[in-house]
């Protein structure tokens, strides 16, 4: 992981890890975001890493940082919503309209 990389950590319950994560990737590229580590973990696999990191539903998303961490559980479809709880900037489509 580089210095300007952030981590995240998709946590899933087994068989919704394929929408899960094809709509987190949608969004990050909606988002022109490429620079982050990512874990996935699979809670009915590893239930103690959700409880340890307070995650109550899946899909959940959680972004690491120096001194808390960020996390969003839901649509990962909803894009501006990512947008606004996780800080990317707005995809160049919006900033033209």
Same mark, same amino acid.
């Given at each position: %992981? @580089? +210095? +300007? #990389?952030? =981590? $995240?950590?998709?946590?899933? !319950?087994?068989? *919704?890890?394929?929408?899960?994560? +094809? #709509?987190?990737? =949608? &969004? ?8 982050? *580590?990512? @874990? ?6 590893? /239930? *103690?890493?959700? *409880? ?5 539903? @899946? /899909? &959940?998303?959680?972004?690491? $940082? ?10 990962? &479809?909803?894009?501006? !919503? %990512? !947008? ?5 900037? &707005? ?7």
């Amino acid at each position: %992981m @580089t +210095s +300007s #990389q952030i =981590k $995240l950590t998709l946590f899933v !319950r087994g068989g *919704e890890s394929t929408t899960a994560l +094809s #709509q987190l990737y =949608k &969004a990050l590229e909606y988002h022109s975001f490429n620079d982050y *580590e990512l @874990t996935i973990v699979d809670v009915t696999k590893d /239930p *103690e890493s959700k *409880e340890s990191q307070g995650i109550s539903n @899946t /899909p &959940a998303l959680l972004k690491h $940082l120096d001194s808390s961490n960020v996390h969003y559980a839901g649509n990962f &479809a909803d894009f501006e !919503r %990512m !947008r606004q709880i996780f800080g990317f900037k &707005a995809a160049p489509s919006d900033i033209c309209h």
